[in-house]
Each structure stands twice: as C-alpha cells, then as structure tokens.
C-alpha cells in the first residue's frame, strides 16, 4: 500500500475490494493508521471518507474513483459464477482499477496480460 497510495491519493475515492468480510477485515486491520482507511462490513454501514475496504458482496450498485481488487482473479478461479465476480468488482471503479494477486495469474487469463502492468 505504502508504494500504490500516492497514484491513489489524488482520487476522491478508492475502494479496497475483497472477496469475503473475512479478507476485508484482514486487510483492514493490516493497513497503517495513517492511510485512514474505513472498513464496510455490513450493508448498513454508510460509506464515508477516502479510502474503504469493502468485501464486493456489499459494492454492488456503488462506484469509486479508484479500486484495488484483491486476489479477485486467483480468488474466484474456482468459483462456478468466477467471470461474474470479477466483472462486478472491476466495472465498480470510474477512472483507475488495479488487481492486485497473490499468486501468478491464472493460464485462463492470460489473454489480458497485454493489457496490464505486472
């Protein structure tokens, strides 16, 4: 985070999109302090300030200046519904969209690797 905040601090707004509530809280609770980052762990909660960390079931309907999705290529690849999860998390950001993998991407998804910077 310490080397990607500074491209993201000029957008109004920057979401950190994970998986689950589970990763959410994880990485909420692995950002420093200084980034004021705010987690969304319930549906209820009203979004506020400049940089979120929402698990994508609750980004639905919602845009950002700027998003980081997490382990959404690796995370989904198994899933039945896989094409869907991703194309929700990357279409939630109006001007700047980064995947950021902890692994390789996967073989099914190479035909985009031209299209970004790894």
């Known amino acids: 985070m310490e080397n990607i905040y500074p491209a993201l601090s000029k957008y109004n707004t920057t979401a950190i999109i994970t998986n689950t509530i589970r990763e959410a809280k994880e990485i909420y609770g692995k950002l420093d302090k200084k980034f004021g980052a705010e987690l969304i762990d319930s549906p209820e909660k009203r979004i506020k300030g400049k940089l979120m960390v929402i698990p994508l079931i ?31 998390g990357a279409t939630r950001a109006l001007h700047q969209l980064y995947f950021i ?18």
């Open 58 to 88: 609750f980004s639905k309907g919602l845009e950002f200046d700027s998003v980081l999705l997490i382990d959404s290529l690796n995370g989904n690849k198994n899933h039945e519904i896989k094409n869907k999860r991703i194309y929700l």
């Open 101 to 118: 993998e902890s692994e390789a991407i996967p073989k099914e998804f190479d035909f985009i690797k031209e299209f970004i910077e790894i």
